[in-house]
Antibody
Framework: QVQLVESGGGVVQPGGSLRLSCATS????????MHWVRQAPGKGLEWVAF????????YYADSVKGRFTISRDNSKNTLYLQMNSLRAEDTAVYYC??????????????WGQGTLVTVSS | EIVLTQSPGTLSLSPGERATLSCRAS???????LAWYQQKPGQAPRLLIY???SRATGIPDRFSGSGSGTDFTLTISRLEPEDFAVYYC??????????FGGGTKVEIK
């Protein structure tokens, strides 16, 4: 079955960096676009970033543009999120999610269990 | 940017009752590109409905979606104990690529 497993979360100081990973299995990773979605404690869902199946294009929410970078390694079936210049408001559970399309953003048909990022001094 | 407003914020119902959740968009959602998710405490969201009315794989038929344009509805025909959760709507097909509503909590009365 489809599995998405995030890792790399933790506590980081404001201005610091963190790299999240999402290891996938159970589907042909190279056929689908992938996303990161986050959820601040007690709050709703916020889409963060999308990358096309081949890594050729990326899209970002305005709140993270210029600070976060989404990437993928299709040889390892793994998605990444490099987060720089972190702020307190980036504190959230970060989910990786699979799109049902390869090149455009639609809906999220599978989700990982999430990894918590806490930005605090 | 399309803003999605969900109502009510909280719905208090008993098992066996019918739940009707609303999602209103600030502008028309193209081609009914609207999805619904269920999230239970400590868990990831789960896709229920896409394309406004198509059930995702494995979703019971007590869940149904309807609507078009700016007004969409998720209906749970008879609430089961496992249906008490938070529900989110999400639009796709515009810029930014995906936005979510604020959520509706369905709680046990």
């Amino acid at each position: 079955q489809v599995q998405l497993v995030e890792s790399g979360g933790g506590v980081v100081q404001p201005g610091g960096s963190l790299r999240l990973s999402c290891a996938t299995s159970g589907f042909t990773f190279t056929n689908y676009g992938m996303h990161w979605v986050r959820q601040a404690p007690g709050k709703g869902l916020e889409w963060v970033a999308f990358i096309r199946y081949d890594g050729s294009n990326e899209y970002y929410a305005d709140s993270v543009k210029g600070r976060f970078t989404i990437s993928r390694d299709n040889s390892k079936n793994t998605l990444y999120l490099q987060m720089n210049s972190l702020r307190a408001e980036d504190t959230a559970v970060y989910y990786c999610a699979k799109d049902q399309m390869a090149t455009t953003t639609t809906f999220f048909d599978c989700w990982g269990q999430g990894t918590l990022v806490t930005v605090s001094s | 940017e399309i803003v999605l407003t969900q109502s009510p914020g909280t719905l208090s119902l008993s098992p066996g009752e019918r739940a009707t959740l609303s999602c209103r968009a600030s502008q028309s959602v193209s081609s009914s590109y609207l999805a619904w998710y269920q999230q239970k405490p400590g868990q990831a969201p789960r896709l229920l409905i896409y394309g406004a009315s198509s059930r995702a794989t494995g979703i019971p038929d007590r869940f149904s979606g309807s609507g078009s344009g700016t007004d969409f509805t998720l209906t749970i025909s008879r609430l089961e104990p496992e249906d008490f959760a938070v529900y989110y709507c999400q639009q796709y097909g515009s810029s930014p690529p995906a936005t979510f509503g604020g959520g509706t909590k369905v709680e046990i009365k």
